[in-house]
């Protein structure tokens, strides 16, 4: 069964500052997706990437892909209050055509 | 933009019950998909549709589910006869290459 774990779980941070959510998933896929979710609300998508070595970047946020190690990261650089939500990331893995997995999810606070 | 719409928003009905769960997505979209998500926790997996039938689905589609589209434009997701296990959140998503787009969600609550 593909366990895709994310870590942390939880993350309070302050206004500017830095800090790296790891995703980690334990089958072969070269497709990774980062979405966010607001409380309540729906999953918007801010990162796909589709090869290993991708690197994507918008904003604040930098998502990037090994998929030997079988890890992404979201990086987030000089943190403001808006980008308070949960982040999963989620894994389209090779061998069962286009299901996603989740990760656990990381809830981020980001304090002034 | 063009956005994934469900409806209704929120759904609450007694356990034994047939739910029906709506959704549109974008519309040149190809791929349609059901997931839940239980409060507080993960995004799961239901179901998968292409080409007017089920592509794939996971364990938690069983029997008691269904998934239909109708027409052109809708995309629905059955339930037959509810369970108090089935509260949760249902989103549909839609793709027409990678990206799944999901949309606002149906809160479901079984009493």
């Known amino acids: 069964e593909l366990k895709v774990e994310q870590n942390p779980l939880f993350l309070s941070m302050q206004e500017g500052k830095n800090y790296t959510i790891y995703c980690n998933y334990s089958?072969?896929?070269?497709?990774l997706y980062w979405y966010r979710q607001d409380p309540g609300k729906s999953l918007e998508s801010l990162f796909v990437l589709l090869s290993n070595g991708a690197v994507k970047q918008e904003g604040r946020l930098m998502a990037s892909l090994d998929t030997k190690a079988r890890l992404s990261t979201l990086h987030i650089t000089a943190a403001v209050h808006d980008l308070s939500a949960t982040y999963f990331c989620?894994?389209?893995?090779?061998?069962?055509?286009?299901?996603?997995?989740f990760g656990t999810g990381t809830r981020l606070a980001v304090r002034p | 933009e063009p956005e994934v719409t469900q409806t209704p928003s929120h759904q609450v009905t007694q356990m034994g019950q047939e739910v029906i769960l709506r959704c549109v997505p974008i519309?040149?979209?190809?791929?349609f998909y059901w997931y839940r998500q239980i409060l507080g926790q993960k995004v799961e997996f239901l179901v998968s549709f292409y080409n007017n039938e089920i592509s794939e689905k996971s364990e938690i589609f069983d029997d008691q589910f269904s998934v239909e589209r109708p027409d052109g434009s809708n995309f629905t997701l059955k339930i037959r006869s509810t369970k108090l296990e089935d509260s949760a959140m249902y989103f549909c998503a839609s793709s027409y290459l990678e990206t799944q787009y999901f949309g606002p969600g149906t809160r479901l609550l079984v009493l």
């Open positions: 989620a894994v389209e893995p090779k061998s069962s055509g286009d299901k996603l997995t």
């Open positions: 519309s040149n979209h190809l791929y």
């Open positions: 089958t072969t896929s070269d497709r």
